[in-house]
């Protein structure tokens, strides 16, 4: 069974922060690079950010500079930090490893609201 929960969604104002969370079981979380994905109203779903085992990052144009992926790999935890949020920013965000098996896996997601 996956083991991959999501957390830490919410309504905030323009400008506000949150702070997602992954928790992974360990034979998912310890070897694989992994992303945080999102899919806005009426929007297909984008990558926001990636992060390798070894804590190498990758983001998205639109989130640069505002969020930060880390990784806490003794704990199987990774983190979405989610600074100067805009309204565009509303989705749901998942997260999973990036390798190509897990394609077609969603897990239930965590739904960021931004409120102009």
């Known amino acids: 069974q996956v083991q991959l929960v999501e957390s830490g969604g919410g309504l905030v104002q323009a400008g506000g922060s949150l702070r997602l969370s992954c928790a992974a079981s360990?034979?998912?979380?310890?070897?694989?690079?992994l992303g945080w994905y999102r899919q806005g109203p009426g929007k297909q779903r984008e990558v926001v950010a990636t992060?390798?085992?070894?804590?190498?990052?990758s983001y998205a144009d639109s989130v640069k500079g505002r969020f930060t992926i880390s990784r806490d790999n003794a704990k199987n935890t990774m983190y979405l930090q989610m600074n100067s949020l805009k309204p565009e920013d509303t989705a749901v965000y998942y997260c999973?490893?990036?390798?190509?098996?897990?394609?077609?896996?969603w897990g239930q997601g965590t739904q960021v609201t931004v409120a102009s």
């Open positions: 999973k490893p990036t390798a190509l098996p897990w394609q077609n896996y």
């Open positions: 360990s034979n998912i979380f310890r070897f694989n690079t």
């Open positions: 992060i390798t085992s070894g804590g190498s990052t």
